[in-house]
């Protein structure tokens, strides 16, 4: 289930929106500790930072969807559908823009838009309306881009204190460095090849040689 929904502008984490809930819903660490997490990480966001992301934190996740400057964030337990939880995000976007489109990045006070809580808690209730009645197969299984979302620990993003647009390129640049290693292994081991292929068409050669000579 989704646990908190909150809504923040990624330039300046200004939080513009949130939902409310109940500590009962958690195990463990009471809501507060997340709802501080949750604020530290608009803090990491910037305008280049990845559109999508997962970010694991104990037994839950975040999932944050980025949309024309504005992050759209929820905690939801680790087994809760990331399709499910992304396709909540996207319907908030949709609603927050027409709503409140034309004011998003001039207001400064925090929660600007606090009332937007209704339709955020209207959309919950579809979700889980939705949840109940979807086939046990689309249970485990999410779409494919949505299974290409980039997926980073808490720790990482905020004990370091490291902008998520930063994490991306590092992370870019890992895996382009473990092709660029590929690459160069199966070249070594293609001249590898090809030196022992020489070495024994030279000792075939000689053997021949020496039939002839005797």
């Known amino acids: 289930m989704v646990l908190l929904t909150m809504i923040g502008r990624a330039e300046d ?3 513009l929106s949130a939902s409310g809930i109940n500590d009962s819903d958690f195990s463990g660490n009471n809501s507060v500790e997340y709802q501080n997490q949750a604020k530290q990480l608009f803090k990491t966001l910037r305008a280049d930072s990845p559109p999508q ?5 104990g037994p839950y996740v975040f999932h944050y ?3 024309n400057r504005i992050c759209y ?3 939801c337990e680790k087994t809760f559908s990331k399709r499910l939880a992304f396709s909540y995000l996207e319907e908030l976007s949709i609603e927050f823009q027409q709503q409140y489109g034309h004011r998003l990045y001039t207001v400064t006070r925090p929660y600007s838009f606090i009332e937007f809580d209704n339709y955020i808690q209207e959309a919950r209730k ?4 939705a949840r109940s009645r979807r086939n046990i197969n689309m249970l485990s299984n999410d779409l494919q881009d949505v299974q290409r979302i980039m997926v980073q620990n808490i720790g990482d993003v905020l004990q370091r204190g490291v902008a998520i647009s930063d994490l991306d390129s590092k992370a870019s640049n890992l895996s382009l460095m473990s092709q660029n290693y590929k690459k160069g292994a199966r070249l070594l081991n293609s001249r590898a090849m090809y030196a022992k292929v020489a070495a024994c068409g030279i000792i075939a050669l000689c053997f021949i040689l020496y039939i002839f000579v005797l």
């Open 13 to 15: 984490g200004l939080l």
């Open 53 to 57: 992301m997962t970010i694991e934190t």
């Open 65 to 67: 969807l980025l949309e």
């Open 73 to 75: 964030l929820c905690l």
């Open 126 to 129: 579809k979700l889980n309306a």
